[in-house]
Structures are given as C-alpha cells and as structure tokens.
C-alpha cells in the first residue's frame, strides 16, 4: 500500500534545479524539508546533517517552482549528495542505494520500466519488478528465478557456447537487519575490443517474505567493478513508495533516412499517409542462392501459393515476407537474391509484392527453450565483437542491388523467451540487443544500402513477464527505426476464452493503447498474426474454424472502417503467418487457412472485396 503523506519543498531556484544547505538553522528553502530518516545510508555516512547538495524530480523534470505539493499520482525521484557520494531515492518505486559518485547522472526516460545512471565507468540500471504470475510463494519465486532470470546467467554451459566467464563466484548474502536477500552474478564478455562495458555485475535483491517482488540491478563497467557493486547492493533498502513511474518519452521524433531512393521514399510516404495498406501472406521462408534445389521448388510452391489467394479470395498479394537466419548451426545463410527477383520487386505502386525481410540473430532456429541443455549459443556477442562485419556487408550489397523498397525487420520478438537475441540470453541487459542492431544499420548506411525501412518490432505481451525486458527498453532510437512492427496472435484453442480482433488490435487494445502516443509518428505494420481455427494437439483438429471465421469478419470489418477508428488508420501493411505450428506429429495451433475451412476462405475473400470498395487496397 501507497503510505498516504503530504511534503512541501520549499528549495532556492538554481539554473540546474540544485539546492543546498550549509547547515545551520532550517529555512524554508532548505532541501531538507523532504529528506526523511529512511534514507540514511550509515555505511557511507549519509545522513540529513551530511547531505550537502540534492536534485529532485517530479512528474516529467528537475523542479524549478518554489513551492509544491508532491502527488503521489506523479514520479517522483530524489538525488541527494554527500561529499564523495550520491543517495539515490526512487520513491515511486520503493527503494534507495547509494552510488560512489556523486557527479552520477540519471536517465528517467523509461521511468516506467527501469531507470539509468552512469558513474565513473559504468551504467547501471535498476528496476522494479512485480510481475510473476507464479504466485507470492516460495516455490512460485523459484520457478520465476529459474525460468526467466538466471536460467542463463547461471548456466556455465551457456557462458562457454558465449565466450563468456565468471568474474566471481555467484553469491547469495542475507542483510538480517533490512530482512532482504541479495542474488549476485559477476561476469565477463571475453574478446571485448569492440565492447566498451564488458564487466557485467547483477544482482538480484529481494524481501525474503516477498516473492512476487524484487529489484534488479545491472551494472556494466569498462573495468572490473565487482566490489563497488556489492557496496552498492548492500547499501539498498527497501522504503515506502510514494508516487508513480511512467514513460518519459513522449511521442518520438520519425527521422527518415536521408539514403533513401526515390522508389523507397515514396513507398514510405504512402506508408505515412495511413490512407492505404498493404495485405501478404507467409507460408514459406525463400531460400538462398547456394541452394538452387530448394530454391526453385520453394519459389513454384509460392507461386502456387499466389494463385490460389487469387482464385479462392480474389486476392493479389501485396508484401511478399521471409525469414533468414545467420545461419543453421555450421552452415551460413544468404539473401535469397533469385527468389525475391522472381516473386517480388514491388514498390507499392506497380502490381508486385513488397518484400518484408525478416532477419535473426541465430544460428539454431532460436531453440533456447528451457529444456535445451547442449546447445546455448547466440550470435549477438559475435555481432557485437564484430565478426559477422563481413557478412553483413555482403548482405548490405544484396540488398542495395535488389533496389526495390525493403521492410526490414530485424530480430522480432525480442521481448521474450523464445529468441536468441531476446534479454535473457543477453545478461538481463537489453542494450546488448541495441548493441547489434546498431552495428548492422551503421554497416548499411556505410555501404549505402538506400532501400531498406526499418521496422522495430516487439511482441504484444512481454514474457518475461517483467520490467527490464519491455519492448522500449529494446528500442535502438530514433535514428535506427522508421516504423512499428505489432504482433499479437489468437490461438484459438479453446472456443469460449478468447480475444476477438477488436479486443487484441482495437481501440480498447492493450497494442493499441501502449503505442499510440509513443508511436504517434510513425507508421505500423502487423507485421506477423494469425487467428487460429483449434490444433489436434488439445483436441479436434479444426474444431473452432466458426469462431475463426467470425474473428477474420470482424478484423476486416475495423480494416474497412479505417477512416473512423484511430486504432486502424496506424496500421499500414498487414501479414498473415499462415502457418502451423507443430508439436511432433500433431498441430499445436493451426493458423493455416486450409481449404477445408471454407468459411474462413469467405470470409477473407468478403473482407478483401470490402477494403478494395474502399479503395484501401
């Protein structure tokens, strides 16, 4: 519970939003009017009599007023500094530390999901986490600790697939007097020339009655920090919250890239209008070219695939999407250069497929589950060490002479636990993924590759369910994306207990609500969905094919009415995964529009004839 309390500060306006006090009588512009007892740091001496200077931040910046009245409905941060160190209060999230520097600086941007701060040589970034579904128990606080935070960081198979290494032995200590459990991991990046922060450092602190609640900190540092660290760790403390967190960022600033051809600038300005969208459908992944076998039966079966759309739905397809991973284990993969020629080479305006290529980061089809115990490798620290460089430039020359616009889409569904470059497999620190995306995009633009728009592209619901691996704590920044990719898939295995279209992408949306001011700017794709019609795997193979039928009506229904709904004037390209996903021999989900299910082929072919009235197509 919020404790309830009314504060007042009453401070001198400084350019800086800085107050201090040189002890002595209290005044009414004395910062200590909000310094509390709880907030002592004994260990390093911080207290009410030896705090010298203190910066607050309230709702979205450093307070310059004379005299406020804190909410507890706005965030409220403080930064109270002592002769050689910094207190560090988060009272919208309930907690305070100390850090060695009292220069340290501070990053609210993402208050909602972490804060940031960067002293001495490191960044350090801490967040709130009360997520767990699990349940407030101790068996439930174990299985979320092994499932989505350690399942990694402690297994020393996976540092050795990683050219990764422990620093220190892992250790667990218990502060008696603040009743609270620290987790720490310490750990290096090996052959880190290209990697200004290697020396990883994450602990894991907890209330040891408490297990649905905790508090991860991440410091990354040029050098081995591991002893600052602990300090820091010990020096926390759990306090009342008071306030809330929320994102700062505003809507973000759309930077379209200056490299651009005329073909992919105006493509992307249809894209902007929000006037028009374009439909695809993906069933297969196009091969490269050192695979002419493979490619050549794999581009009649698209073909075959095409005309059917078109004689069953009256429908010509209008982005044509694949998939390419680095490789397959040994095996390196490549642009599939002669594919895309033969199936694609649209522009938005002249009758042919736009290609959506989709590329990740590994080299095992992203089988990191938790019950893949041999092979732990990803590519990301590879990226980053800069090893795939040549590769890249390769890909970055295929692309440039393919000519035609690209929606690129890097490393989707990163805020999971199913990716090889998702936040678990990266040591809790998503800016290991931003890391990779940047190299590639620098690698792009330095090879003049003038056809690709970049799509960001995170799952609706983050799993880990958490604070630290949000889909805008993945966001590379504004100088790297152009548009938004959303995916969130229906299932459908079970009859009664689903989410229509209106409620997975309308106005009521969680997709809709959690982008539409952030991503105000700039255009959305659905880049990948599905509705399923019931998998052999939980029951009859096709038994709800109704209530899918229905789902599709009602998504063409709100794509239809896109001038009046705000949730669907975002959206301008949309692509069907139209495939199955298989457990064994028996389908899981059956998102496969098979031709037996004949009421769903209707009701795509009247959803597509009602957009077409509309001219959106």
Not at 156 to 165: A, M
Not at 182 to 200: A, C, G, V
Not at 300 to 325: A, C, F, G, R, S
Request: charged content about 25%.
């Amino acid at each position: 519970m919020k404790k309830l309390l009314k504060s007042f500060l009453l401070f001198s306006l400084l350019t800086s939003g800085l107050v201090s006090c040189n002890g002595g009588e209290l005044m009414n512009n004395d910062f200590r009017h909000v310094y509390k007892d709880i907030y002592d740091d004994p260990s390093n001496n911080i207290t009410n009599k030896t705090i010298k200077e203190a910066k607050v931040f309230y709702d979205e910046d450093y307070i310059d007023d004379f005299t406020i009245e804190l909410s507890d409905k706005k965030d409220i941060k403080y930064e109270f500094k002592s002769e050689n160190h910094l207190r560090f209060v988060n009272s919208s999230d309930g907690y305070a530390l100390t850090l060695p520097d009292k220069d340290a600086t501070f990053d609210y941007s993402l208050s909602l999901y972490r804060t940031r701060t960067t002293f001495n040589d490191s960044i350090l970034t801490i967040s709130y986490e009360h997520s767990s579904p699990y349940g407030n128990t101790k068996t439930g606080w174990e299985t979320y600790l092994n499932e989505w935070l350690i399942r990694y960081i402690d297994n020393p198979k996976f540092l050795e697939d990683n050219s990764l290494e422990y620093v220190k032995p892992k250790s667990k200590t218990t502060n008696k007097e603040l009743n609270l459990e620290i987790q720490t991991f310490s750990i290096l990046i090996k052959d880190n020339d290209e990697i200004s922060h290697p020396y990883y450092n994450i602990s894991i602190i907890r209330n040891r009655k408490e297990y649905i609640k905790f508090y991860l900190l991440v410091q990354k540092s040029k050098t081995n920090r591991y002893d600052e660290h602990i300090n820091i760790a010990k020096s926390f403390r759990i306090i009342d919250d008071f306030g809330r967190s929320y994102l700062h960022t505003g809507s973000l600033e759309l930077k379209e890239n200056p490299l651009w051809n005329e073909e992919t600038r105006n493509y992307f300005n249809k894209m902007k209008n929000f006037n028009t969208f374009d439909f695809g459908f993906f069933r297969f992944s196009l091969p490269g070219d050192n695979e002419p076998e493979l490619r050549d039966s794999t581009i009649q079966k698209v073909i075959d695939d095409t005309k059917w759309y078109k004689d069953n739905m009256d429908y010509d397809v209008e982005i044509l999407p694949t998939y390419t991973h680095l490789g397959f284990y040994d095996k390196d993969t490549y642009f599939p250069y002669m594919a895309t020629f033969n199936l694609a080479q649209g522009n938005g305006f002249n009758n042919k497929p736009v290609l959506q290529y989709t590329l990740q980061y590994t080299r095992n089809n992203n089988n990191v589950s938790i019950w893949n115990k041999d092979n732990n490798f990803t590519p990301i620290y590879d990226v980053i060490r800069g090893k795939y460089d040549d590769y890249f430039r390769e890909l970055a020359t295929q692309l440039r002479e393919y000519h035609k616009p690209v929606l690129f889409r890097l490393n989707n569904e990163m805020n999971t636990d199913w990716t090889s470059y998702s936040g678990m497999m990266s040591l809790l620190d998503p800016d290991i993924f931003i890391l990779g995306w940047r190299r590639l995009y620098d690698i792009f633009n330095e090879m003049k590759v003038y056809n690709c728009i970049w799509i960001f592209n995170p799952v609706a619901d983050t799993c880990p369910y958490s604070s630290w691996s949000e889909d805008m704590c993945y966001m590379p920044g504004i100088d790297y994306v152009q548009a938004l990719g959303v995916t969130r898939y229906e299932m459908l295995n079970d009859g009664e207990n689903y989410l229509t279209f209106a409620q997975g992408y309308g106005e009521t949306s969680a997709i809709y609500n959690k982008n539409k001011k952030t991503w105000a700017n700039y255009p959305w794709i659905i880049s990948e969905f599905g509705c399923g019609s019931g998998g052999s795997n939980s029951g009859e193979l096709y038994r709800n094919q109704e209530q899918q039928a229905a789902w599709v009506r009602q998504m063409f229904d709100y794509f239809s009415n896109k001038e009046n709904l705000d949730c669907m004037k975002r959206y301008t390209g949309v692509v069907w995964f139209n495939c199955n996903d298989v457990v064994g021999d028996l389908i899981e989900n059956a998102l496969y529009i098979d031709p037996v299910l004949t009421d769903t082929v209707a009701a795509f072919k009247e959803g597509f004839k009602k957009i077409k009235d509309k001219n959106y197509l």
